[in-house]
């Protein structure tokens, strides 16, 4: 409803002057009106909403696709050289998805095929090599534009900060943290989650990194290769045995229980995987590159649209036989791409065909047909 509607609607309260019956009538015609706006800009809208509904999901698969495919290959958000490589491929690949099926979406509905007819369709069928290369490069550029991470939507490890992990609390002395990192952890936790797997349910829990056990195990090598070298001066021992490598830094990163326990099981007895799958959904930026991806479809018919109809704005109301425009026949391409049947007795302006016989006119002349364009 627009402020036209609503000025009317006023108008309409304040006239004393007129009949129960006519105001009856008149706020019906008002609503109708309003109401038949509201459906033409939700029709819309429409295609906009398949649109990123369509790309987001298959862009979400991607990634999800992507962490379980790093997971096989057992590489994880901590490896720092095929982590970034193997996420950069993954974006691409699920941007390419999306684009594809946001096409696919759309001529499926230009064909005006019902949903299980859509979902039946094979989606293989149609692919574009040109148009999934430009998806993918469009998707990875808008994916570093949002500040996204490639390595963050592969799995985490229990023996490093996981996916999730973005701010650390730096460990004092002892064992335990204490309140006021206490307080730091559980607003990190809040905010971030679990820096493993992201979840933000239970109990938050410092998790050191590196892990304590991790540590002491390379504090105790380096007391070893020590005293292997006791014997040696200590000019050679300290290019040996650095000090620095004895010093490892821990910090305390917001963790939940189930991480824990099992960092704790892989800590003690090494039985299970050191990969963690996470909601890797919740990295920025989200669906924001699949939409965008698939939103470019809808770009690329307004800016059709707009050429199209754009000669015909300049009074071209009548051209020849051959310069046949797009929307004639049984369907309309409406805005968007998307097919609506014309009714030609209600279409203003529609072209119509017709053929004459013009006397002394060569054979040829005669048969041709010429278009005139009806204005109501
Ligand atoms: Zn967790």
Same mark, same amino acid.
């Given at each position: 409803?627009?402020? /036209?509607?609503?000025?009317? %609607?006023?108008?309409?309260?304040?006239?004393?002057?007129?009949?129960?019956?006519?105001?009856?009538?008149?706020? /019906?015609? %008002?609503?109708?009106?309003?109401?038949?706006?509201?459906?033409?800009?939700?029709?819309?809208?429409?295609?906009?909403?398949?649109?990123?509904?369509?790309?987001?999901?298959?862009?979400?698969?991607?990634?999800?696709?992507?962490? +379980?495919?790093?997971?096989?290959?057992?590489?994880?958000?901590?490896? &720092?050289? +095929?982590?970034?490589?193997?996420?950069?491929?993954?974006?691409?690949?699920?941007?390419?998805?999306?684009?594809?099926?946001?096409?696919?979406? @759309?001529?499926?509905?230009?064909?005006? @095929?019902?949903?299980?007819?859509?979902?039946?369709?094979?989606?293989?069928?149609?692919?574009? %090599?040109?148009? +999934?290369? +430009?998806?993918?490069?469009?998707?990875?550029?808008?994916?570093?534009?949002?500040?996204?991470?490639?390595?963050?939507?592969?799995?985490?490890?229990?023996?490093?900060?996981?996916?999730?992990?973005?701010?650390?609390?730096?460990?004092?002395?002892?064992?335990?943290?204490?309140? $006021?990192?206490?307080?730091?952890?559980?607003?990190?936790?809040?905010?971030?989650?679990?820096?493993? *797997?992201?979840?933000?349910?239970?109990?938050?829990?410092?998790?050191?990194?590196?892990?304590?056990?991790?540590?002491?195990?390379?504090?105790?090598?380096?007391?070893?290769?020590?005293?292997?070298?006791? /014997?040696?001066?200590?000019?050679?021992?300290?290019?040996?045995?650095?000090?620095?490598?004895?010093?490892?830094?821990?910090?305390?990163?917001?963790?939940?229980?189930? *991480?824990?326990?099992?960092?704790?099981?892989?800590?003690?007895?090494? &039985?299970?995987?050191?990969?963690?799958? /996470?909601?890797?959904?919740?990295? #920025?930026?989200?669906?924001?590159?699949? %939409?965008?991806?698939?939103?470019?479809?809808?770009?690329?018919?307004?800016?059709?649209?707009?050429?199209?109809?754009? #000669?015909?704005?300049?009074?071209?109301?009548?051209?020849?036989?051959?310069? @046949?425009?797009?929307?004639?026949? &049984?369907?309309?391409?409406?805005?968007?791409?998307?097919?609506?049947?014309?009714?030609?007795?209600?279409?203003?302006?529609?072209?119509?065909?017709? $053929?004459?016989?013009? @006397?002394?006119? #060569?054979?040829?002349?005669?048969?041709?047909?010429?278009?005139?364009?009806?204005?109501?």
């Amino acid at each position: 409803m627009t402020s /036209h509607h609503v000025d009317l %609607i006023k108008e309409f309260l304040g006239n004393r002057s007129m009949s129960e019956s006519s105001k009856g009538r008149k706020f /019906h015609n %008002i609503l109708k009106a309003s109401l038949g706006q509201a459906q033409g800009i939700l029709s819309r809208l429409l295609p906009f909403g398949v649109h990123a509904f369509v790309s987001a999901i298959s862009y979400g698969s991607g990634i999800c696709l992507l962490q +379980l495919l790093g997971a096989s290959l057992r590489i994880s958000c901590a490896n &720092r050289l +095929l982590g970034p490589c193997l996420g950069a491929i993954g974006v691409g690949a699920a941007s390419a998805l999306s684009g594809h099926m946001s096409r696919h979406a @759309k001529r499926q509905m230009n064909e005006q @095929k019902n949903l299980w007819q859509a979902l039946l369709s094979p989606f293989w069928s149609d692919i574009d %090599i040109q148009e +999934l290369l +430009l998806d993918a490069f469009s998707g990875i550029m808008i994916f570093k534009l949002y500040g996204g991470s490639f390595r963050r939507l592969l799995p985490s490890n229990l023996k490093a900060a996981g996916a999730h992990a973005r701010t650390c609390v730096p460990v004092s002395a002892g064992d335990h943290a204490n309140d $006021s990192q206490k307080g730091l952890l559980i607003s990190i936790y809040q905010r971030d989650g679990c820096h493993h *797997c992201g979840s933000k349910r239970g109990i938050v829990i410092g998790d050191h990194i590196p892990p304590t056990k991790l540590v002491n195990e390379v504090k105790a090598q380096h007391k070893a290769v020590e005293a292997s070298l006791k /014997h040696i001066p200590d000019l050679l021992r300290q290019v040996f045995v650095s000090k620095e490598s004895q010093c490892i830094k821990q910090d305390y990163y917001a963790q939940c229980q189930s *991480c824990s326990q099992a960092q704790a099981s892989l800590m003690r007895h090494g &039985r299970r995987s050191a990969l963690v799958l /996470h909601k890797v959904w919740l990295q #920025p930026p989200g669906f924001t590159p699949g %939409i965008l991806v698939g939103l470019r479809q809808c770009c690329e018919d307004m800016r059709t649209i707009h050429t199209s109809t754009g #000669p015909r704005s300049a009074g071209n109301a009548s051209s020849s036989k051959g310069q @046949k425009r797009e929307g004639e026949g &049984r369907h309309r391409r409406g805005i968007w791409g998307w097919t609506t049947p014309i009714v030609e007795e209600q279409q203003p302006g529609v072209d119509v065909y017709c $053929s004459f016989e013009a @006397k002394g006119l #060569p054979a040829t002349t005669a048969s041709n047909s010429v278009e005139v364009t009806v204005l109501n």
